[in-house]
C-alpha cells in the first residue's frame, strides 16, 4: 500500500509559481506511475499531468503545456509539479495519485490519492 502527501500549496497572484510535492511512504515508490489531478468548486477532478515510473515519459493535458513541469525523484519517493505562469483558472485543490500500471490521464486507474493540497490564484 502507498500513502501520499501533498505540500506546497497557498495564494500566489496571476503569473506566480508554485511547485507541488508529493511524498510517497514505502518501498516501492519507483513501481508507480504518478499522476497530478485538480478538482475546482463545483467541477469534475480533472487530470493535470502524469509521469512514468522511470520518469522518461511524462504527459499534460493542454491547458497546463508549457507552464507546468511534472518531474520525480525515486530515491526520494517524491514527485513534483512546477507550475508557473499561474491564472485564476488553476485554482483548484490538487491531488496526486498513484498507478502501478502505466502513466495515464484516466483518474480511475489510479489506485493511490492523497488529501489533497489547495491553490489559490488571484487576479
Known amino acids: 500500500q502507498v500513502q501520499l502527501v501533498e505540500s506546497g500549496g497557498g495564494l500566489v497572484q496571476a503569473g506566480g509559481s508554485l511547485r507541488l510535492s508529493c511524498a510517497a511512504s514505502g518501498r516501492t515508490f519507483g513501481r508507480y506511475a504518478m499522476g497530478w489531478f485538480r478538482q475546482a468548486p463545483g467541477k469534475e477532478r480533472e487530470f493535470v499531468a502524469a509521469i512514468s515510473r522511470s520518469g522518461w515519459n511524462t504527459y499534460y493535458t493542454d491547458s497546463v503545456k508549457g507552464r507546468f513541469t511534472i518531474s520525480r525523484d525515486n530515491a526520494k519517493n517524491t514527485v513534483y509539479l512546477q507550475m508557473n505562469s499561474l491564472k485564476p483558472e488553476d485554482t483548484a485543490v490538487y491531488y496526486c495519485?498513484?498507478?502501478?500500471?502505466?502513466?495515464?490521464?484516466?483518474?480511475?486507474?489510479?489506485?493511490?490519492w492523497g488529501q489533497g493540497t489547495q491553490v489559490t490564484v488571484s487576479s
Open positions: 495519485a498513484a498507478d502501478p500500471d502505466q502513466a495515464t490521464e484516466r483518474h480511475y486507474e489510479y489506485d493511490y
